[in-house]
């Protein structure tokens, strides 16, 4: 059964800074890996979609990569900003299932302070 | 931009009560999921839903759940008779395409929040 773990579950960092979070699975047979941003009572907001055969995608200042058979990922955020302060989810869709659900981690919640 | 919206926001019902969560995912997307989130718990996947029927769905969501899409819009999550520990919020998604053949995109609504007492 996949498992998703996010560490650290809580960043607080200085606005301006360039900050790492990282996501495991356990099962590195997976067909993409999604990053969402989670704001507090809000929906998901989709950052970021890396498919199984790619290494990385990057959105402005977000930069994720992708090391299947380690069974890792890594949100790359440059130039922090107070703006970018939420959880941060990581999500994969396995290969053993006819409609590939997400299996979400349990998030890394980010304050950045002004 | 498109966006995957829910309906209602927020609903308050008491235990044993019948509740329907509506969602109008994305137009032209063709695979429909509704996914739940205790309070301080992980998003959990609950079923997925593509030509009229369901494709997948998880242990969670047993004979008290039930979808329907019945029109050519709306995506519909029913729990028959709730539960205290249905309190969640419950996210519905769309993607154009499914994840085991293109590698698809998943858009989330801004959720429905379920309060059970």
């Known amino acids: 059964k996949q498992e998703v773990t996010q560490i650290p579950a809580a960043l607080s960092v200085p606005e301006g800074e360039n900050l790492v979070l990282n996501c495991s699975f356990t099962?590195?047979?997976?067909?993409?890996l999604q990053w969402f941003r989670q704001d507090p009572g809000k929906g998901l907001t989709s950052l970021l979609l890396i498919q199984s055969s790619q290494r990385e995608q990057t959105s402005g200042r977000l930069n994720a990569s992708l090391d299947k058979s380690s069974g890792r990922s890594t949100l790359y955020i440059a130039a922090s900003q107070p703006g970018d302060s939420a959880t941060y989810l990581c999500a994969v869709s396995s290969d053993n299932s006819g409609n590939t659900p997400l299996v979400f981690g349990k998030g890394t919640r980010l304050s950045v302070i002004a | 931009e498109p966006e995957v919206t829910q309906t209602p926001s927020h609903q308050v019902t008491q235990m044993g009560q019948e509740v329907i969560l509506r969602c109008v995912p994305i137009?032209?997307?063709?695979?429909f999921y509704w996914y739940r989130q205790i309070l301080g718990q992980k998003v959990e996947f609950l079923v997925s839903?593509?030509?009229?029927?369901?494709?997948?769905k998880s242990e969670i969501f047993d004979d008290q759940f039930s979808v329907e899409r019945p029109d050519g819009s709306n995506f519909t999550l029913k729990i028959r008779s709730t539960k205290l520990e249905d309190s969640a919020m419950y996210f519905c998604?769309?993607?154009?395409?499914?994840?085991?053949?293109?590698?698809?995109?998943?858009?989330f609504g801004e959720g429905s929040r379920l309060t059970v007492l």
């Open positions: 099962d590195s047979a997976i067909y993409n």
């Open positions: 137009s032209n997307h063709l695979y």
């Open positions: 998604a769309s993607s154009e395409f499914p994840g085991q053949l293109l590698a698809g995109e998943l858009f």
């Open positions: 839903f593509y030509n009229n029927e369901i494709s997948e």
